[in-house]
């Protein structure tokens, strides 16, 4: 570990970290400066500072990194994405990135989970006929998981997390990545398929890749055209992925049975016609910081940080 190389250094905090991993900061005598990462901008922000951490929130773009420079040698987002950070620009001025990869992997294959069977099994009508007295017992027995083929795009840590956990329920799963994992394959009975194939052959369609030029705004009126006609779409990866008006459209025609959210162009989200619809899930960015995953994503991605800085 390169505990020599931190202890003693300032270091930004720009979110709510778990306390375990402030602990971890503390104990190593690294300073602590707390400023709310809405307050990035302010001309009063603390500038003499080694590292700055933080969670999705802060944006460490070029102007602020120029701010910190020249003292800056260290930037922690405590998840698995990094796009809030200008990885060129800090490769450029030889500032190291470090994120905890997979620490939240089980945490968003679970709920994952939850929302498949929850549109499978009608989970908001009964709630909400419930409460209205109503009774609609058949009407909204709904359908099982098993059987059901489940197509996964982005088979990385969390795509793999999720796959794992599908088999137990006797499903049929199919993916499409960038790349190919035949050894996962092999070992956990999934097929590799391309885009097309899979919108076309998946009772659900989950995304978990990357946000990158390549996949903003990837779940479009295109992509919902060639889904099977009710079929389940969900998100649990970043909010610009899907292109809002183009999913309403597909709930509205009743081409997608259900959707699963758990993510929004804009956190907190500001559509709110878009959450009314009766046949969607929707959480508040909760699907990676369950207790146990929070812990997990805030040391990780301080322990990589203490063993490679």
Not at 124 to 133: A, D, F, I, K
Request: with cysteine.
């Amino acid at each position: 570990m390169a505990i020599d190389n931190v202890r003693g250094k300032r270091i930004l905090v720009t979110e709510d970290l778990h306390e375990e991993g402030l602990k971890m900061l503390r104990e190593v005598g690294m300073e602590l400066v707390q400023w709310e990462w809405q307050r990035l901008t302010d001309p009063d922000l603390p500038t003499d500072v080694d590292a700055i951490i933080g969670k999705q929130y802060f944006q460490c773009n070029r102007k602020l990194i120029d701010r910190l420079l020249p003292r800056l040698k260290w930037v922690i987002t405590c998840g698995a994405g990094k796009n809030n950070i200008d990885e060129a620009y800090c490769a450029e001025r030889g500032i190291k990135v470090f994120n905890a990869p997979g620490s939240n992997a089980v945490s968003v294959a679970e709920q994952a989970i939850m929302m498949m069977i929850g549109g499978l099994r009608h989970l908001n009508e009964c709630q909400s006929s419930l409460r209205e007295g109503k009774w609609l017992r058949d009407q909204l027995a709904g359908n099982e998981l098993m059987g059901k083929t489940v197509g996964i795009i982005g088979l990385g840590a969390i795509g793999k997390a999720l796959a794992k956990r599908l088999v137990a329920f006797d499903t049929e799963v199919i993916y499409y990545d960038i790349e190919r994992y035949e050894d996962f394959e092999a070992e956990w009975d999934v097929t590799f398929v391309s885009q097309d194939e899979l919108l076309a052959r998946s009772d659900i369609v989950t995304i978990h890749v990357w946000l990158d030029e390549t996949t903003k705004g990837m779940a479009n009126r295109e992509f919902f055209s060639k889904m099977r006609q009710g079929a389940i779409f969900l998100n649990l990866a970043r909010g610009p992925m899907v292109v809002g008006e183009d999913l309403k459209e597909a709930l509205r025609s009743g081409n997608l049975r259900y959707a699963g959210l758990d993510v929004f162009p804009n956190e907190p989200n500001e559509d709110r016609e878009l959450v009314s619809f009766p046949n969607i899930i929707v959480t508040p960015h909760t699907s990676g910081i369950p207790l146990e995953g929070y812990i997990r994503m805030n040391t990780w991605a301080i322990k990589w940080f203490f063993d490679e800085a």
